[in-house]
């Protein structure tokens, strides 16, 4: 059974910084792109950051770049997104999924991880 667990969300001010974790299971870790999305109140998930299958080619999207890092461990199933210089519109619920392929924001699970909040406020 494929699943996600995200962690590591929280309060934080403008300006600060967080790392959230996602631990998948259930499906073949390291052979699959990974992909960090946010659902912000009353909008649609979008897409926020991809990592190829190595971990050697990153992909952030506009409203991020520079600010989030996405990374992995393949050893230990794990995605992380580090994020840095927060702000307001950074709040939302985030969630991890595998890709259907690098660069697709089309998730290749219908399953969901329960996601970690992470409120931007000062």
């Known amino acids: 059974q494929v699943q996600f667990v995200e962690s590591g969300g929280g309060l934080v001010q403008p300006g600060g910084s967080l790392m959230l974790s996602c631990a998948a299971s259930g499906f073949t870790f390291s052979t699959y792109a990974m992909n960090w999305y946010r659902q912000a109140l009353g909008k649609e998930r979008d897409l926020v950051a991809s990592?190829?299958?190595?971990?050697?080619?990153?992909h952030n999207g506009d409203s991020v770049k520079e600010r989030f890092s996405i990374s992995r461990d393949n050893s230990n199933k794990m995605v992380f997104l580090q994020m840095n210089n927060l702000k307001p519109d950074d709040t939302a619920v985030y969630y991890c999924?595998?890709?259907?392929?690098?660069?697709?924001?089309?998730?290749?699970?219908?399953?969901w991880g329960q996601g970690t909040q992470v409120t931007v406020s000062s």
């Open positions: 990592i190829d299958t190595n971990g050697a080619v990153t």
């Open positions: 999924n595998a890709a259907q392929n690098f660069g697709s924001s089309r998730a290749a699970f219908t399953s």
